[in-house]
């Protein structure tokens, strides 16, 4: 059974997958000298039908409008996840706030002195940069919400 088609294919390790791949070589070489399938068995035409599609060229390039139609799936599985999303955040920042209330009531008495005594005197520099970080801050965010509305 080691009567290969090409002489430098090594035989097969397993009589089976070598059987197998005789009989896919046999079909590939039917179907190319166009010889007729009626004596080929079952297996031998699949092998053929399946050698004819690989010879066939592949079809025109995708549609004209492929881009448009994915970009309008993923727009409108992303607007069902992000409303998902902005509900289960939203939820999970109220249940923060609570709980942040909660604790504070309860044990800020303990805590909130501490607090006081690190922060800056009213008068200190210090207190003077913490301003002014602020309103850098405060003033950047402001600018990128303008430019979100501006743009959006």
Request: net charge neutral; proline share 6%.
């Amino acid at each position: 059974m080691n009567q290969h088609i090409d002489d430098d294919i090594p035989p097969f390790d397993d009589a089976a997958s070598e059987r197998e791949w005789l009989a896919q070589e046999s079909a590939m070489r039917r179907e190319r000298l166009h010889l007729d399938p009626a004596a080929d068995d079952a297996r031998s035409r699949r092998y053929r039908l399946l050698a004819r599609a690989l010879c066939e060229p592949l079809r025109d390039g995708l549609p004209a409008d492929f881009a448009t139609r994915v970009a309008a799936r993923v727009v409108a599985a992303r607007v069902t996840t992000l409303s998902f999303e902005f509900v289960l955040m939203t939820v999970l920042a109220i249940a923060l706030v609570i709980a942040a209330a909660a604790v504070t009531a309860m044990y800020g008495s303990e805590w909130l002195p501490s607090f006081s005594a690190i922060l800056p005197a009213p008068q200190a520099p210090a207190s003077r940069w913490l301003l002014a970080l602020a309103g850098c801050l405060g003033a950047s965010w402001l600018l990128g919400q303008w430019q979100r509305r501006g743009h959006g």
